[in-house]
């Protein structure tokens, strides 16, 4: 929605300051999907960056999914050709800023993350890819170029992305100074293949940095707008509970303000429709289908936070799932809601919850 885009300009910031520090020359943002990190890469923190005497560079590796490599081809090109005047690298944002909108619209209504038909870049391809980064320092003289590419971790989901993600480290490895990255990632157990996994060619050459959650003066935003602007007037606390129950993902809360203004309608009956159109558009009836019993039982533990190699989760999978209540069924479970992006797993222990909305819905299943 044009108009409602809430600025965190002190993160931007904050990202940028890690990067002057000159320690490492490539961050990644880590959050999982519809929680604004590619509008804040494109609102907040590229114009931020160009302020600061950066050129920045904004690749989808989703673009073209089944060949990430021209997402980075493609953004090169383009902002080769603003220096010759085509286009301003505004106006470049702004059209990747339109774009995410209606990709945002389209994302779980197929599946679109992963490579249906992955296919290897030719050694042509990756040399040109290389040449067009040539180029691009050249013409930015003293400034830097900045790259931020969105869904890295699609780099680590096939093998044919290999070839890829080597020629994208040795292109950054050999420009640190003139050029750095910011990486965003989706799914926090690929990247962490791609990340630290120590054959990977990204081994120790990123700095992992969380994307926090958008907190109560996003909420305080939101209302004086509602209020200012379509004469809405609502206390804080309701609408602080739904975004809550939304996991705190702007996009849904997006929707919930959005059935507010067109239907009139009370923040219970928008949250009850947007629960509703969060189910359809994740068809969590599909995962669910694709779930094992024992697999139901694993994530809903972990979703109250509790041990999965419990006595009493054991006890539970032996009587109601099906299959013996022992470590090696439980890993077996865990290992395979990772794979599908459902949860991920902490280094230190502990697990993330990946998919926003699920938990009740399985809960009402119940
Ligand atoms: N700072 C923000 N202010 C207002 N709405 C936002 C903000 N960030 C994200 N949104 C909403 O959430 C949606 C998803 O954001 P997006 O950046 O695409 O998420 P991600 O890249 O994490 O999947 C946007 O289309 C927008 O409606
Ligand atoms: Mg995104």
Not at 112 to 137: G, M
Request: with cysteine; charged share 25%.
């Amino acid at each position: 929605m044009e108009g409602w885009h809430y600025p965190r300009t002190e993160l931007a910031e904050q990202y940028l300051g890690l990067l002057a520090l000159g320690i490492n020359s490539s961050l990644a943002i880590i959050a999982p999907r519809r929680k604004g990190k590619t509008l804040f890469i494109l609102q907040d923190l590229a114009p931020l960056s160009q302020k600061k005497n950066y050129i920045p560079v904004y690749a989808s590796l989703w673009q073209n999914i089944n060949a990430p490599h021209e997402g980075l081809i493609a953004a090169l090109e383009d902002a080769i050709a603003s220096f010759d005047k085509k286009s301003t690298l505004s106006r470049l944002l702004n059209t990747k800023i339109k774009k995410t909108a209606v990709s945002n619209e389209l994302l779980g209504k197929m599946e679109v993350e992963f490579a249906d038909n992955p296919s290897k870049p030719t050694s042509k391809e990756l040399a040109y890819l290389d040449q067009l980064l040539n180029i691009l320092v050249e013409k930015s003289g003293k400034k830097t170029v900045l790259l931020l590419v969105d869904e890295v971790q699609h780099l680590s989901t096939s093998s044919q992305f290999d070839p890829l993600a080597h020629t994208l480290r040795t292109m950054l490895d050999k420009r640190q100074g003139k050029v750095k990255s910011i990486f965003t990632g989706s799914s926090r157990h690929y990247l962490d293949l791609l990340l630290n996994e120590s054959k990977s060619p990204f081994y120790h050459f990123v700095e992992e940095k969380k994307f926090p959650d958008l907190d109560v003066s996003f909420i305080e935003f939101l209302r004086e707008k509602l209020a200012r602007n379509h004469q809405i007037t609502i206390a804080i606390q309701p609408l602080c509970k739904a975004f809550s129950d939304l996991d705190q993902s702007p996009y849904w809360m997006m929707k919930l303000i959005a059935q507010m203004i067109t239907s009139k309608a009370s923040v219970k009956d928008s949250l009850e429709y947007v629960h509703q159109l969060m189910e359809a558009t994740e068809d969590f009836e599909g995962i669910s289908k694709r779930l094992k019993p024992i697999d139901k039982l694993v994530f809903l533990a972990l979703c109250q936070g509790a041990n999965p190699y419990s006595k009493e989760l054991m006890a539970k999978i032996d009587k109601y799932a099906g299959v013996k209540g022992v470590p090696s069924n439980i890993q077996r479970a865990i290992k395979r809601l990772s794979e599908a992006n459902l949860i991920s797993q902490i280094r230190k222990g502990g697990y993330n919850i990946e998919k926003p909305g699920l938990k009740r819905y399985l809960e009402q299943q119940n």
